[in-house]
């Protein structure tokens, strides 16, 4: 049912497409990519900075690599890098989520307040310096990120977690003699998890666009990987020029952003109960 | 003889939906005279609240008044203009729900929201609304008056937030309340004397009271007339002691069956079989023949009409009329 | 209005502990780096003995407890370390900059309340109609963007080949010599209209237009996409319902009885969003080289400052916590049901 209401939508059918699609670009990028050698940094030097043309679709840059082909090698790096981010945030902050919730008392107020801290912190000044401390590499930049992200999980799953340690399933589990730790696990556990798994969705294009920025600012892929954001911070330097470098990378951060979050919006106004009935209450 | 105060006439009600168009109210007849209450009874879903809305006009978006006439004392609601029907609305006629507590403005106190409603229907200067906010409260007993206007609806008891309602509703002397389902989300010590305190300002103003409930025990206690209401339409009608003693529609003796009383020494409470029909494809004929024990043939073929079946007395169906 | 009361100071409370948290972690982060303060301290050319005494007298030879309290005493005493770069004061060195981005951030946050808050309203009340699905799209194109290159774009579309926006900085450095702004708050929008100055301050806004777009860019997606769905579930209000049953006018019910409830949810969307500016800010700052704050802790972090680092996270945080701490209260005083 769920899938008939999205695809009435087709706003967030056309972002399912398109998320395919980069999938797809993503993972044959070796077999697409025009110029395959691309991705090892093999210099052309003779070919640098040549404007988009039909051998070079957008252009080359200041190796001489194609820059299609490094958009399309980016692709597999932002994928991978936004889904290991939100994987890492997730596994950090579901559990303590529904810890909190579940238990209450200090141990909730202890685990908020924490997260309160958190959140409070400007995360990209956290990120950076997290990134900066443990040094400046793709990995790095993403395990600063999910650092800054979990708190928001946790607040996600904490306000289910506590409503649904109200309901009486619970306090049949109790009275069967569940240990609280079962309880936490077999039941309130998956039952949070919808929008747990919504929320991540939607929070994907975030988290594309959270690593490339720190890519632009150097913390994150480092040269010569074709990473979008460090693309368009080595497009800067020659923007006014060579102006395709820096501009295609950041059209395909934008569409990848834009289809996930279209897509989450989308699957947010599928799944909502009461958004859901649009004609006839 | 007391005048008729509403007299609704053949009103159909059509919904839109993603399913299909679903026709709540298939030709709905009744009347309720100057200071009578009219208690309209049937089970979830079968259009009386729909019929209360039709009658202020506040049919939701999807929903369109396709046939009827509703008459409040000799002119057509249905005619007026939107503007008109306003100024009727808390004023000459009176709704309240059922939910007190999701119906009034969270972020205003409650003596706010009730002088707002006292300005808009009575030109009146800021403390002489002040003042009859205060009376409205008197009314229905709430207990200081001064002290509860100063307070915001979730600081209140669920039966001290209806109390609130009945005083918006009847801050401009209304001629009619409509009241849907007043009761159903107090308990039942504030239930009696929520009724026992509208009976008493309905005997004193003459106010006719159309009460819309699922509740059979509240209407024994406080109806002058019934009408049962089935899937859109009105199938029995009239005084409420003749139609508890003596009901003549099948699906009103169901009804009334399944009231569990003390003295009876049955195990198992009678059902009434089935239920309530898909109002998207109605049933041929008569829409509670599919659950009638009685049914006959003609009951399948055509759709009764509600007839006179004695002074008063109202039925919709075959067997009945004959 | 004891209720009230009573949330204020249940409020304050909690955001002390949340600052005491984050000077927590800013000290750790501060002393868990790699590299040794002592030896930034002193230079690339120092010898064991100066780097050893420059560790004394910097006090990182006491045991870490000992450092955090020496470290707080001294913030709250107003003094934040010295920059390793500078060499100014850090406290100091933030004041300095701190306006800029500031402004920057406010300029942006009511670019993107401008347009968002209004469509937001507009969209919620003409839901599933074409203005609606438009804007919809609007806001997640505005959160889909990211900031640095719509920057550049600016740059690259309106400095360079337009010609109509200056490309980077907060002034011209012609004006910055012949005609100087004031400096009485730090905001050149503000002080130069006071004091009169007016060509400064036609520059200043010149200036300030693309990077404040740049970074409206999010804010107003956020705002519209919230603010949507905020008037969509109070339109549906069973209480608005009530007021239309009670036969009060349309106009009343729109602008007074749903829109105070609205103010809730949209203050709330602007706290969020203005959080966000502050760093995203940083972003902006980069590509337009603003002079705020957040030039000065990149230019920090590229030469491991850490008295820099650690004052800028805690006057960042500090200044969310602040707002939110307001917005809190502006709430509570608007919606009682917030107190409880």
Excluded at chain 1, 21 to 48: C, I, M, N, R
Excluded at chain 1, 246 to 265: C, E, K, Q, R, S
Excluded at chain 2, 242 to 254: D, R
Excluded at chain 3, 172 to 191: A, H, N, S, W
């Amino acid at each position: 049912m769920t899938l008939h209401i999205l695809r009435k939508n087709p706003l967030s059918f056309i972002s399912l497409i398109i998320i395919l699609f980069l999938v797809f670009l993503a993972v044959f990028a070796s077999w697409l990519a025009p110029y395959p050698d691309a991705y090892q940094g093999t210099p052309h030097v003779e070919d640098k900075y040549q404007p988009p043309s039909l051998t070079h679709l957008f252009g080359t840059e200041y190796l001489g690599r194609d820059v299609f082909s490094l958009v399309i090698f980016g692709t597999r790096l932002s994928l991978t890098a936004g889904l290991m981010i939100v994987a890492l945030s997730v596994v950090i902050g579901w559990p303590l989520g529904v810890i909190a919730g579940y238990s209450g008392g200090k141990i909730d107020d202890l685990i908020m307040r924490t997260t309160d801290m958190f959140l409070a912190f400007p995360s990209l000044v956290l990120a950076l310096v997290i990134a900066f401390v443990l040094g400046p590499s793709l990995i790095n930049s993403m395990i600063a990120i999910s650092v800054t992200w979990w708190p928001w999980y946790t607040r996600l799953a904490r306000a289910d977690a506590a409503s649904l340690k109200e309901r009486t399933f619970v306090e049949a589990s109790k009275a069967i003699g569940l240990s609280d730790r079962s309880i936490m696990v077999r039941h309130i556990l998956p039952n949070t998890m919808a929008p747990i798994i919504v929320q991540s969705t939607m929070d994907l294009g975030t988290a594309i666009l959270a690593e490339a920025g720190l890519s632009f600012l150097g913390l994150g892929a480092q040269p010569p990987t074709p990473e979008w954001g460090l693309m368009i911070s080595a497009g800067r330097a020659v923007a006014f020029s060579a102006w395709w470098y820096a501009t295609f990378p950041g059209v395909f951060i934008f569409l990848t952003a834009m289809a996930f979050n279209l897509f989450g919006d989308g699957l947010r106004e599928a799944l909502d109960p009461r958004l859901r009935r649009i004609r006839g209450e | 003889m007391t005048k008729s105060l509403l007299s609704v006439q053949d009103l159909r009600v059509d919904f839109d939906t993603y399913d299909g168009v679903v026709k709540a109210l298939d030709g709905v007849t009744f009347r309720i005279l100057e200071g009578e209450i009219f208690g309209l009874v049937g089970e979830t879903g079968c259009g009386k609240t729909i019929t209360a809305l039709s009658i202020i006009r506040l049919v939701p978006e999807n929903g369109r008044i396709t046939q009827g006439r509703i008459l409040f004392r000799a002119e057509d609601l249905l005619q007026k203009t939107e503007e008109e029907m306003r100024k009727l609305r808390g004023g000459k006629i009176s709704m309240i729900f059922q939910d007190p507590s999701v119906s009034l403005n969270p972020v205003f106190t409650v003596g706010e929201q009730t002088t707002h409603i006292i300005s808009v229907h009575q030109n009146l200067e800021r403390d002489d609304a002040v003042r009859k906010t205060i009376e409205a409260f008197e009314l229905v007993a709430l207990s200081d008056p001064e002290k509860t206007m100063k307070q915001y609806p979730h600081e209140l008891s669920g039966g001290m937030q209806q109390r609130v309602m009945i005083a918006m509703a009847l801050s401009s002397d209304p001629d009619m309340l409509i009241a849907d389902e007043p009761t159903s989300s107090v308990d039942v010590t504030i239930q009696a004397q929520l009724l026992k305190r509208l009976m008493q300002i309905k005997s004193t103003r003459n106010l006719a009271i159309l009460l819309i409930t699922h509740n059979m025990g509240i209407v024994a206690e406080t109806c002058d007339k019934v009408g049962v209401m089935y899937a859109g339409n009105i199938v029995e009608m009239g005084p409420m002691r003749e139609v508890l003693k003596n009901p003549l529609h099948p699906y009103t003796q169901g009804l009334l069956a399944a009231i569990p009383k003390p003295e009876t020494r049955r195990t198992r409470l009678p059902l009434v079989k089935g239920s309530i029909p898909d109002l998207i494809n109605r049933p041929q004929g008569c829409a509670f023949h599919p659950r009638c024990p009685y049914a006959i043939d003609v009951c399948q073929a055509e759709k009764p009409v509600l007839l006179e079946n004695g002074p008063g007395r109202y039925a919709a169906c075959h067997l009945v009329n004959r | 209005m004891v209720d009230l009361k009573r949330y204020i100071v249940k409020r304050f409370l909690q955001t002390l502990i949340i600052v005491l948290g984050i000077s927590f972690i800013t000290f750790f982060l501060s002393r868990v780096a790699p590299s040794d303060p002592a030896a930034l301290w002193v230079g690339i050319h120092a010898r064991a003995e100066q780097i050893q005494r420059a560790r004394v007298e910097l006090g990182l030879d006491q045991p870490l407890y000992v450092q955090y309290f020496i470290y707080m005493g001294d913030l709250l005493q107003g003094s934040w370390g010295t920059s390793y770069r500078t060499r100014q004061p850090v406290l100091k060195d933030l004041m300095f900059y701190m306006p800029a981005s500031m402004e920057l951030a406010v300029i942006g946050q009511i670019i993107a309340s401008v347009v968002g808050l209004p469509l937001g309203v507009i969209a919620a009340s003409k839901k599933n109609t074409k203005i609606d699905h438009a804007s919809r799209i609007l806001a997640i194109a505005g959160v889909s963007l990211p900031v640095f290159w719509i920057g550049l774009l600016l740059q690259i579309i309106f400095s360079r080949t337009l010609g109509i926006f200056p490309i980077e900085g907060r002034l011209d450095t012609t004006i910055q010599m012949t005609m100087p702004i004031q400096r009485i708050t730090g905001f050149f929008l503000f002080d130069s209209l006071v004091t009169g100055n007016f060509v400064a301050f036609f520059d200043a806004l010149r200036h300030i237009i693309l990077p404040a777009i740049a970074l409206s860019s999010y804010s107003m997606g956020l705002s519209l996409r919230m603010t949507r769905s905020s008037m969509i579930e109070i339109l549906r209000e069973k209480y608005l319902k009530t007021a239309r049953a009670f036969g009060l006018p349309e106009n009343t019910i729109r602008f007074k009885y749903a829109l105070k409830n609205a103010i809730v949810p949209t203050l709330m969307v602007m706290g969020i969003s203005f959080s966000w500016s502050l760093t995203g800010a940083f972003l902006v700052e980069v590509i337009f080289n603003w002079p705020g704050l957040g030039t000065y802790v990149w230019r920090a972090i590229l030469a491991v400052d850490y008295p820099v680092i650690v004052g800028v996270s805690i006057i960042a945080s500090l200044i969310i916590v602040i707002i939110n701490l307001i917005l809190d209260l502006v709430q509570a005083w608007i919606d009682p049901r917030v107190r409880l």
